[in-house]
């Protein structure tokens, strides 16, 4: 392990940097108190995973902040409501902190219903919720009944866990509804696609993919989703999981209730797409049909953009790449894309990863790799600096950390616009790395030499 004065000697377990010591990763744990982690908490973990559901209404039981920190949390793009995008509040005060907040939860839920007319109603409990006591489940429950739709408490205080236990609070939120639905006429040759959350069109790309391979999506979990389809999930044959930390658990939930296997994939990145799509067709194998078509479709997906990719990779060789992101197993897919296109990488981190995915990680990466859990800005701007990266690929909060640092930055989270799955999400993340790092700007900004020895950045304070 590293263990320097830059890092606080609670996390020295959660840094390590690969062929210097044998690997022993600290992980799946709380964050450390002071290391002002870039993890969200247990509610934001939830609201990620339940926001794209476009006919739903999503009502925030807690202070304004709560519904203000993560309105519009998503891209999420929508094929027709667009319910989601609007941010509802009960917006509790100290009058509710004092006497309890059900009677305005109650109203809040009654008069939004009327309004809106949504499908389903999701309704989250937040950090104050948790304190005062709420019985948010007696009070959905009797909504429910009165208003005839399903109102589904969401039990996501956000002081009681991470970001991961917000997930499972959205998994559990979404297992009320999987198996209410009608069946009758779904294909046996069919896949609900779980963790795919349509922030630039992914989902819609990704199940034209199905559509010419023979296989019918039932439901997208949760990107341009609709309450209907999600209670009709366990008619389908397979369950495809693309966002494994988000969604895994749903997945051994439904495997366990309805006896529908589940397969992980990445639909990032030429190799893992194609493999994913050819995982999926060779499933289905009685069908011989799907995988003609799978073939085919893969071959003449890929011709499009190889040309492309190609200059890409003539002018990126040799560049170095940093990874932070939410879930591990989307590292894995970058690091295959930045090596295909000729980069290194030199810093990989997530902020939910667990020990298979710590050693996947430290199998793929060369020596001299740093590997982060739950890191924190001045660690990523440390070694975003000593390893001399070129670009930094993450999300919202690690923006501002690639350009102080003066090198490019990746936006792969979930408030980019641009489709970033699939093959033509390939050529479209090729041609940003591209822009971004071959950028004539970074001329004139680049990583000051005197930061290597600056004693402020040694000792953390930077």
Same mark, same amino acid.
């Given at each position: 392990m590293i263990t320097d004065l830059k890092i606080l000697k609670e996390r020295e377990r959660q840094v390590y940097l690969k062929g210097e010591e044998p690997f022993d990763m600290k992980c799946d744990v709380k964050?450390?108190?002071?290391?002002?982690?870039?993890?969200?908490?247990?509610?934001?973990?939830?609201?990620?995973?339940l926001y794209p559901v476009a006919?739903?209404?999503?009502?925030?039981?807690?202070?304004?902040?709560?519904?203000?920190?993560?309105?519009?949390?998503?891209?999420?793009?929508?094929?027709?409501?667009?319910?989601?995008?609007?941010?509802?509040?009960?917006?509790l005060t100290e009058k509710e902190v004092i006497f309890g907040g059900e009677k305005k939860l109650y109203q809040a839920l009654n008069e939004l219903i009327e309004k809106h007319s949504p499908k389903a109603a999701f309704v989250y409990s937040t950090c104050i919720v948790g304190i005062i006591g709420d019985d948010v489940g007696a009070v959905a429950k009797r909504v429910a009944k009165e208003k005839d739709i399903p109102v589904i408490p !969401?039990?996501?205080? #956000?002081?009681?866990? =991470?970001? %991961?236990?917000? $997930?499972?609070? *959205?998994?559990?939120?979404?297992?009320?509804?999987?198996?209410?639905?009608?069946?009758?006429?779904?294909?046996?040759?069919?896949?609900?696609?779980?963790g795919e959350f349509n922030i630039g069109g992914e989902a819609w790309m990704i199940t034209e993919y199905y559509k010419k391979m023979g296989v019918e999506v039932v439901s997208?979990?949760?990107?341009?989703?609709?309450?209907?389809?999600?209670?009709?999930?366990?008619?389908?044959?397979?369950?495809?999981?693309?966002?494994?930390?988000?969604?895994?658990?749903?997945?051994?939930?439904?495997?366990?209730?309805?006896?529908?296997?589940?397969?992980? !994939?990445?639909?990032? #990145?030429?190799?893992? =797409?194609? %493999?994913?799509? $050819?995982?999926? *067709?060779?499933?289905?194998?009685?069908?011989?049909?799907?995988?003609?078509?799978?073939?085919?479709?893969?071959k003449?997906?890929?011709?499009?953009?190889?040309?492309?990719?190609?200059?890409?990779?003539?002018?990126?060789?040799?560049?170095?790449?940093?990874?932070?992101?939410?879930?591990?197993?989307k590292a894995f897919s970058l690091i295959k894309a930045l090596k295909f296109l000729g980069m290194k990488t030199v810093l990989v981190g997530s902020q939910t990863g667990n020990d298979e995915d710590y050693e996947i990680l430290r199998d793929m990466c060369d020596d001299g790799t740093v590997i982060l859990d739950d890191s924190n800005p001045i660690e990523l701007s440390k070694y975003i600096v000593e390893?001399?990266?070129?670009?930094?690929?993450?999300?919202?909060?690690?923006?501002?950390i690639a350009y102080k640092m003066g090198i490019g930055f990746c936006d792969h989270n979930h408030e980019r616009k641009t489709p970033l799955a699939g093959f033509k999400g390939m050529y479209n993340f090729a041609d940003e790395v591209y822009s971004t790092v071959m950028s004539p700007v970074w001329k004139f900004c680049p990583i000051r030499p005197e930061l290597y020895d600056n004693p402020f950045l040694k000792r953390g304070i930077l």
């Open positions: 964050s450390t108190a002071g290391s002002v982690s870039q993890r969200a908490c247990v509610f934001c973990g939830s609201r990620v995973v006919d739903a209404l999503h009502l925030v039981h807690g202070p304004i902040g709560c519904a203000a920190y993560t309105w519009d949390i998503r891209g999420a793009l929508s094929s027709g409501p667009e319910l989601h995008r609007k941010s509802f509040s009960t917006d !969401v039990h996501s205080e #956000g002081f009681k866990g =991470t970001k %991961k236990d917000g $997930y499972q609070a *959205a998994c559990t939120a979404l297992l009320k509804l999987v198996g209410k639905g009608d069946i009758k006429g779904i294909s046996k040759t069919s896949i609900n696609i779980l997208v979990l949760t990107g341009d989703s609709r309450i209907e389809n999600i209670k009709k999930a366990h008619g389908a044959s397979l369950n495809v999981v693309q966002c494994s930390g988000s969604m895994l658990y749903l997945a051994k939930k439904m495997e366990e209730e309805y006896g529908i296997p589940f397969i992980r !994939v990445s639909y990032f #990145g030429l190799e893992d =797409t194609s %493999k994913a799509l $050819y995982d999926v *067709a060779s499933i289905f194998k009685d069908n011989t049909d799907v995988m003609e078509k799978t073939k085919i479709l893969v003449e997906e890929v011709l499009k953009i190889y040309e492309d990719l190609l200059f890409y990779k003539k002018h990126l060789t040799g560049k170095r790449a940093a990874i932070y992101v939410g879930g591990a197993f390893k001399k990266a070129d670009l930094f690929i993450g999300g919202v909060k690690e923006r501002p």
